[in-house]
């Protein structure tokens, strides 16, 4: 019974982060293009949400390790972070925006690398509790939070997402709550583990080297995807709707990622994804048409979700308990950081100097790139899971 509960609430909980998250994430192009900044600023303002990411978001993971508990550490990533994202409707210029980016990134920063952290603590200490069915609810929040969204800011204006944001986040609160997990380790036990003993293990840090690569592609694809959608022909209602089928497709592969990682391992997994990814990405230079560009965007169920699941996994496999947050919370800081700052920044120069399909061209060759990385630890030798 105890179980039953606590995977409800931590489902709850996925599926009010993300439904949170979705207030801010799918639509910051948007707000960015409504304050009238260039390209080039667009990708500057993007690259400082990424590299508070790269600085903060490792920091999180570390002091969870090492000092406070990861519901703690939640809590006052959501709370601070739903007063700070207010500043965002009191900027109009582009040093206002980016002072409310810099208040805003360094709380929000922590939250979701903090939830998977407590995933997979919970996991590692309760069988029937997985981390793909945990996370297939925070993609459907995402999903209907986006298309809820995009209806809204085309009735209203771009600035309600902040608002919402901030009352939604409430609900994070609610379900954190309601969580009665208690960690294992005491505050002396904490004081004694070494998460930066990590970064010594080579097989870490060639996975982290694909992970960076290939989330320049992720990031940029994230980032300029509404300009993709604009050039096609699209309107702010169909952002929306692109957005919910982006996340609402990997509510399935979720369901089952937990098999398909059992049935052909996690490096394969992560494997697969970074092909998809590419092939993803080139057949979005293939047509001009909003259609088609939303119907192609069907393929995130089956990239992203393996991508972050089978990362996720095979990471888990190659450091130990006491320096799982640290790990998870770095991976992170290169995906959403310094992988996405990377694709910001050369992205906004890229459709500048030449087109929005020219970006799509270059992210799926960088695809490749990652998948060449990433095919080198397949010659390693197999790693024990350090459980």
Known sequence: MEEKKLNRNLSFLFFSVYWVFACYTPFLLLYLQDRRLSYIQIGIVLALNSAINILFQPLWGYLTDKYISIKKAAYISAIISALAVILFTLAHEFYGIMLSIVLFVIFQSGLLPLMDSLCYKIAHNYSNIKYGKIRLMG?????????????????????????????????????????????????????????????????????????????????ANNSYIGVLLQETGGSTQNLGLLWFIVAITEVPIFFVINKLIARIGSLNTYLLSL????????????????????????????????????????????????????????????????????????????????????LYRVISAVSLISLAVALTLRKRKPLKRMD
């Open 139 to 219: 993609s459907a929040g995402y999903a209907f939070s986006s298309f809820f969204l995009g209806m809204v800011i085309a009735r209203t204006s771009i600035d309600i997402i902040f608002y919402l944001y901030s009352l939604f986040s409430l609900f994070i609160l609610l379900f954190l709550s309601k969580l009665n997990f208690h960690e294992e380790n005491t505050q002396q036990e904490k004081s004694k583990i070494k998460p930066l003993e990590v970064l010594k293990n080579t097989g870490f840090m060639i996975f982290l080297l694909s992970v960076t690569i290939g989330s320049i592609s992720y990031g």
């Open 275 to 358: 092909a998809l990814f590419s092939i993803r990405f080139f057949l979005c230079t293939l047509w001009k048409n909003t259609g088609i560009i939303i119907m192609i965007q069907f393929l995130q169920g089956l990239t992203f979700p393996l991508f972050m699941a089978g990362g996720l996994d095979y990471l888990c496999g190659l450091v130990p308990v006491g320096a799982r947050s640290f790990s998870i919370s770095l991976m992170s800081a290169l995906i959403f950081g310094l992988g996405a700052l990377i694709g910001n920044l050369a992205g906004g120069i890229i459709i500048d100097s030449f087109s929005i399909f020219s």
